[in-house]
């Protein structure tokens, strides 16, 4: 039987271009999803699938996580004292008990593989589960719990997967299949970020994996690839035939963080789920994307004037 997997990687060390300015000052895994931060949805679903030691891999700027993974004895002081049990509650309840939790930096932004293999020293000898917080998942069982599950079965390197357009295909790490097997699929390649001419199939990797830890000898020793970073397909790639492969079609709706759209979808999608907020959120909604039933003939009229200049309307 497979060993169990204790130990996550989260990598955090991203600049998050994509949401300045926002993210000048704040890490973007700090951006909230309703009232909650990504990396503690991530730290989260870990800890639903059985994780025990949480390795965040830092950078510059960071500090952030690792306040909201302490105490903040003014904060619960107050809380305290007015009695407010439930704010009490959720900045408590889901915190790691001391001990669990390590911090390491990635000095140079070398790609994902490379912020991986600098959690070397954390992970030792054991299996070890890798989650982006950009990734969120949306289900009733969490998506890593669903991969421990499979690993236990068949061991190896295990990925989540999902079917991805075609025109997406060279932004993901694509499955070559071997077997399907309907809830897996057991691979017999990895390719990284392919033209959608030269992909084998349109089964892209997404933010989880549960990696053996032969993947960290591998990136050792491993060049940089796509992008000049050190993939951390490539080196999965590189394992295959030396230990099983597989990917998991996960039960869940995945929403992509990293992009705006699928930022704003995912507040949507979570204060939907939630009963203090899902009626009103469906007025506010509403507001947007009906049509209004009819306009005043002065707003058409207004509509007109700003077509002219201003020295066309004086002129008038």
């Not at 991805?164 to 399907?180: F, K, M, W």
Request: glycine share 8%; aromatic share 6%.
């Amino acid at each position: 039987m497979p060993k169990p997997v204790r130990k996550a990687v989260f990598p955090v060390a991203g600049l998050g271009t994509r949401f300045l300015p926002a993210t000048k000052a704040m890490p973007k895994e700090m951006l909230p999803i309703v009232d909650k931060p990504l990396i503690q949805y991530a730290v989260e679903e870990a800890q639903q699938a059985g994780i025990e030691e949480f390795i965040f891999v830092t950078g510059r700027a960071k500090s952030a996580i690792e306040d909201h993974f302490d105490h903040s004895v003014e904060l619960e002081l107050t809380l305290r004292e007015r009695g407010a049990v439930d704010g009490l509650k959720s900045v408590l309840d889901w915190m790691p008990p001391p001990g669990h939790i390590s911090y390491t930096r990635q000095q140079a932004p070398l790609g994902l593989g490379h912020a991986v293999w600098c959690a070397r020293n954390f992970i030792g000898d054991e299996p070890f589960a890798v989650l982006l917080a950009d990734d969120l998942i949306l289900g009733e069982t969490g998506c890593l719990k669903q991969m421990v599950d499979v690993h236990r079965e068949v061991g190896g390197n295990v990925v989540a997967i999902e079917e991805v357009p075609e025109r997406d295909v060279s932004r993901y790490g694509i499955l070559d299949p071997a077997q399907d097997l309907g809830h897996s699929v057991r691979a017999k390649g990895l390719i990284e970020k392919p033209q959608a001419s030269e992909a084998p199939s349109n089964l892209g990797i997404i933010g989880r994996y549960i990696l053996q830890p032969i993947v960290l000898t591998v990136l050792a020793h491993q060049d940089q690839g796509a992008g000049n970073e050190i993939q951390l397909t490539d080196a999965m790639a590189r394992t295959i035939g030396l230990l099983p492969f597989h990917g998991v079609r996960f039960e869940g709706t995945r929403f992509d963080c990293g992009s705006k759209i699928g930022y704003l979808e995912a507040n949507i999608a979570y204060a939907m789920q939630r009963e203090d907020m899902n009626g009103r959120l469906r007025e506010v909604l509403k507001k947007y994307v009906e049509p209004p039933v009819s306009r005043r003939k002065s707003d058409a009229d207004d509509s007109k004037l700003s077509e002219f200049s201003p020295r066309e309307l004086v002129k008038g």
